[in-house]
């Protein structure tokens, strides 16, 4: 399957830890990315190749994979960080094919 | 600064015709794959085509394969988006963007700002 699922909504209070999951088979071949897409913006890379950080990125963003499932991790968040989240994937090999998760919606309370 | 500026959405009646264009600056256009994406109104986030560096692999959606034509031309900096026969579902925000990784895993980075399409009588 080339489907990746996520969680439609996380809630979290302002200096707690928010957690975004993305299932999917592909998962263990490939590695996965996080985009964050805040309202009325383009989407931007926060994690790539699962772990790593771009340069800019603060250090309370964090991915993790284990599996089938890959996780956002957001440490002490903000409330700059509210924004809509999505994983991605993709095979250039063979049969062609990005996928990305439906996206969740990070709301800081 | 990795610039890249979408333009050409507009308002178009199903079964039209319209091309879409991104200019890129600030970094080697020619040497990066790039990609056309898209995301419905109040939807998510769905690959749409791609371009290898030479334009000889163009991979596309199953949604818009025969309909869409993705093109580009290194010497301006220059990627394009041919769509044709255009039906309400297309209409979206339309993004391109830079292809980063290897055959390990791929990303787009950066994104455009986006053209809105509108598919509408």
């Known amino acids: 399957s080339s489907e990746l699922t996520q969680p439609p909504s996380v809630s979290v209070t302002p200096g707690e830890t928010a957690r975004i999951t993305c299932s999917g088979d592909?998962?263990?071949?490939?590695?996965a990315v996080w985009y964050q897409q805040k309202a009325g913006q383009a989407p931007t890379l926060v994690i790539y190749k699962d772990t790593e950080r771009p340069t800019g990125i603060p250090e309370r963003f964090s991915g993790s994979s284990s599996g089938t499932t890959v996780t956002l991790t957001i440490s002490g968040v903000q409330a700059e960080d509210e924004a809509d989240y999505y994983c991605q994937s993709a095979d250039i090999s063979g049969t062609y094919f990005w996928v990305f998760g439906g996206g969740t919606r990070l709301t800081v309370l | 600064e990795v610039h890249l500026v979408e333009s050409g959405g507009g308002l178009v009646q199903p079964g039209g015709s319209l091309r879409l264009s991104c200019a890129g600056s600030g970094f080697i256009f020619k040497n990066f794959a790039m990609n056309w994406l898209r995301q419905a109104p109040g939807k998510g986030l769905e690959w749409v085509a791609g371009i290898s560096v030479e334009s000889d692999a163009t991979p596309y959606a199953t949604s818009v394969k025969g309909r869409f034509v993705i093109s580009r031309d290194n010497s301006k900096n220059a990627l394009f988006l041919e769509m044709s026969n255009l039906r309400v579902d297309d209409t979206a925000t339309y993004y391109c963007g830079r292809v980063r990784g290897d055959r390990t895993g791929v990303y787009v980075d950066p994104w455009g700002q986006g053209t809105p399409v509108i598919v509408s009588s």
């Open positions: 592909a998962l263990p071949k490939q590695y």
